[in-house]
C-alpha cells in the first residue's frame, strides 16, 4: 500500500450509511470492533437486496421471462464489476462461491484431484486460517500430498527467508502448489504477495491466495500480484454473506480443472448415465447462485470504490496505532508485529490468567463486539503458546473514541478481575 497522504475519511459520513451503527447493545451505543469476523453492511447494500427481492427476483440462467433475464443481467453485471475491482480481463475470470472457504475447497478439488499426485508437495503457512489448511488437509487424505509449512517468526511474520528457499527449491521436494493468506486474521501481517508470487511462478509454482482479509481494506490486484486463484468473501468487505468468489487469474488454468460439484447449471447436457458441462465459470456454479447477495456485494463494491483506498488504510493505521499505544502499558501480551502500518486494522491479545471468553463478556456488557477464541486458526494458536485470544478488528467507520472505549474497557475488565 502506497504512503502517499490522503485527506481523511470523512467517517461521521461514513456512519451515516450503516444503520446498525447507531443502535444500541446492553444499553450502550455500539462500539463494533470485530469486523474481521464480518463487516457491518452500508444502506447501500441492504437497499440492493431489498430492491432485488422487491423488482427483480427470479433464477438466473434459466427462464426467458422478463424478471428472469433482469436478474441474470444484474447478476452478470455484478460478476462484471467484480473482475473490474480485482482488474481482470474478462468476467469469466470470476466464478461465484459462498465465500473464502468454498473458494480454496473448490481449488483443492477442481484444480487439486486433477493435477497433484502422492508424493508431491503443497506448501502453505503457519499462519493460515482453517479455511486455507482443512481443504488441503481433505487433498492430503485424498491424493496423498505432501503439506509442508512457511513458518511464523515471533514478530508474527512469516519466515521469508524459509519460504524463498523452499519457493527456489528444484529437487524432488520442489513444491507444486503454494496458498497462503494474503493477511493473518489473528496478526493482521501482510504478507508480500506480489514478491510470493514472482517466486513461486519463476518456479512454475502455482499460487492460491487467501484475500479474505486483504480484500476488504483497499483494491486487490490480480494482474500486478501475479496470482494464479483468488478466494474471497463478500461479507467482510460490506457485502452480503453467503457468498464470494474465486478469481482465475489466468482463463487458461481452466483447461486443468475439472468440474467439482454437478447439478444443474453447469452441465451443457445429461444423459442418465453421464453429461457433459457448461463453459466455466458456470461449469463451476452447480445450483441455483446467491443472485441477490451477488448484486448486493456489487454495490459494496462501488461504496468501497468511491472512497479513497489510502485513506481508508491511514485511517486503519492510525486506530491500530492508538490501540497499540494504549493496551502495550496495560500488560497485555499483544500478537504481531509493533508496526501498525504492516498489521492495519487488527489487534489481537491475551490478558494474563484471564480467559478470552471473560474479557469479551465484560467487554460486551459495555456494548463492544470484539472476538474471543482461536479465530479459526488454532496452529497460529499453539505457534504462540496460546489457546484463544482476544481481538479487536477495526475498520473503516470506527473512531479513535472507540478505540478509546476499548481500552476503558479493558482496563475495567482487568481491575474486576485482579479483585
Ligand atoms: N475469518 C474471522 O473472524 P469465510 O468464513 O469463508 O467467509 O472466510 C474464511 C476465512 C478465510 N481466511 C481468512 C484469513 C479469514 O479470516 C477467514 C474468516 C473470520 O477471522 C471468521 S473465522
Redesign the pocket.
Known sequence: MTTVSARPLDVAAIRRDFPILSTEVNGRPLVYL?S???SQKPRQVIDALTDFYSTSCANVHRSVHHLAERATNKFEGARARVARFVNVATPEQIIWT???????NLVANAWGDRNLAAGDVVLLTEM?????LVPWHLLAKRRGVKLQFVPVLDDGKLDLEFAHARLADDGPDRPKLFAF?A????LGTENPVADLCRRAHAAGIVTVV?G??SLPHGPVDVAALGCDFL?F?A??ALGPMGV?CLVVGRPALYERMDPWQGGGEMIRRVRLEDSTYADPPLRFEAGTPSAADAIAFAAALDYLEALDPVAIHEHEVRLTALALDLLRPMGLRILGTDDPAQRAGIVAFDVPDVHPHDVATLLDGRGIAV?AGH???QPLMRRFGVQATT?ASFYLYNTEDEVRALAEGLAAAMEYFRR
Open positions: 470485530d474481521a469476523a464480518t459462498r465465500g473464502t472457504t468454498e473458494s480454496i493460515d486460517h482453517h479455511a486455507n493468506t493477511k493473518s486474521n489473528v487467501d479474505a482479509q478466494a468473501s461479507h467482510k464470494g472476538r479465530h479459526c486458526a481481538r
